[in-house]
Every structure is written in structure tokens, then in C-alpha cells.
């Protein structure tokens, strides 16, 4: 309950903005928060997880935070990462090859849905590939 209440700010944010299928539990000293959000919320939390933790360096809240699934083919996407850049592999999963990086924050493009966790992208200098969508938030407007 501990870390429930350090990231409550967190949690209730993501309760008032009908965030889907949200679940909240804490196992082994971390908090996991799941669910599903447009891309507005899911930034919005992101940004307060960023408040509270600035450096991200506690290591103790796992937010998978998917976006809601309107987007289509060919949209913008924004790089929302922690602190690092994102890593573009080869193939969807960790175990395939890094083939590019988009830095934090940058805008890439949505080239197809290869499921619900793996899209490929392609960022303004070509580089294309998979990467884990829990770090792609699409750019509304």
C-alpha cells in the first residue's frame, strides 16, 4: 500500500479519465499500472510520473499505459519513453536486433500495427522498424 500512496496522484488521474481497464496492484516492491488511454492521458500520466520521480531512478512503478487503439496507418506518433531513447529492432521483440534508435519526444510515423504490442515505425530520417508500443503515443489534432 506504501507505493500506492506515493503514486496516488498517478492513479487517481488515471481513474478520473476513464482509463480502461485499469488495474493497480504491487508485487515484489513495485507498483504495476495497467490499461488502456488516448494518447492525451496516457501523456498526461506520464508527466506526472515524471513530477514525482524526475529521474525515473526508483525503479518501483511499472505503468503500461496502451493507447487506445484508433489509430490508423500512417498517423503521428510521439516517442514517450522515460528517459532514453527508443530502441527500433528488427523484428517484434527484445530479442531481435536493434537496427535505429528515436530520441525521446520525437514524432515518427505509424507504418503498420503488427499487434497489439509491436508497430512499425519509420522516424524523419528513414529509419524503420519494430518498436514496443507502451512507448508510442499518437499526436493528436
Not at 35 to 47: M, R
Not at 73 to 91: C, D, H, V, W
Not at 95 to 119: M, Y
Request: aromatic share 8%; glycine share 10%; net charge negative.
Amino acid at each position: 500500500m506504501v507505493l500506492q500512496d506515493k503514486y496516488k496522484e498517478i492513479i487517481d488521474a488515471a481513474t478520473a479519465a476513464g482509463t480502461q481497464d485499469l488495474l493497480v496492484r504491487e508485487q515484489d516492491g513495485v507498483l504495476y499500472i495497467d490499461g488502456s488511454a488516448n494518447g492525451t492521458t496516457k501523456q498526461q500520466l506520464w508527466d506526472l510520473y515524471e513530477k514525482i520521480d524526475p529521474d525515473y531512478a526508483s525503479g518501483d512503478l511499472v505503468m503500461n499505459i496502451n493507447s487506445v487503439s484508433g489509430v490508423q496507418e500512417g498517423a503521428k506518433l510521439k516517442i514517450t519513453t522515460n528517459s532514453s531513447n527508443l530502441n527500433i529492432r528488427k523484428g517484434p521483440g527484445t530479442t531481435h536486433e536493434i537496427i535505429g534508435k528515436a530520441a525521446r519526444h520525437e514524432i515518427v510515423s505509424l507504418v503498420r500495427k503488427e499487434n497489439d504490442q509491436w508497430w512499425v515505425i519509420k522516424t524523419d530520417d528513414g529509419e524503420e522498424g519494430y518498436s514496443y508500443t507502451q512507448y508510442l503515443t499518437p499526436v493528436e489534432g
